[in-house]
């Protein structure tokens, strides 16, 4: 995989990601590794993101993280739905939807 080159889609879509950033470090989400990556069609994409190594393990904190995962998926979808008539945010560590944009 290190040979492969990315399309000019590919491209414009990690662009695109990397502009997001962590509301928390500032770092971008694709700096940071959050990123697990995405597979993507002509008309829809799926973000898979790997929120569970940053959340923490107190009730409390799980709460905070979530508040920030929710920012940090709804502005994937915010900054992908003019690319794509569906945007998901998935978990890739335990795959269910976290976010989608409206159809």
Do not use: H
Not at 33 to 38: A, M, P, Q, R
Request: aromatic content about 10%; some cysteine.
């Amino acid at each position: 995989m290190e040979n492969y080159k990315l399309t000019k889609r590919e491209k414009e879509v990690v662009d695109i990601l990397k502009k997001i950033k962590d509301p928390e470090t500032g770092m971008d989400i694709v700096s940071l590794g959050l990123v697990y990556g995405f597979t993507m069609d002509r008309s829809s994409i799926d973000v898979w993101m790997d929120f569970q190594g940053n959340t923490p393990k107190c009730f409390f904190c799980k709460t905070l993280a979530w508040s920030i995962i929710e920012k940090i998926s709804t502005e994937i979808i915010n900054k992908l739905k003019s690319k794509f008539k569906s945007v998901r945010v998935i978990e890739a560590t335990n795959p269910k939807i976290v976010y989608k944009s409206s159809d």
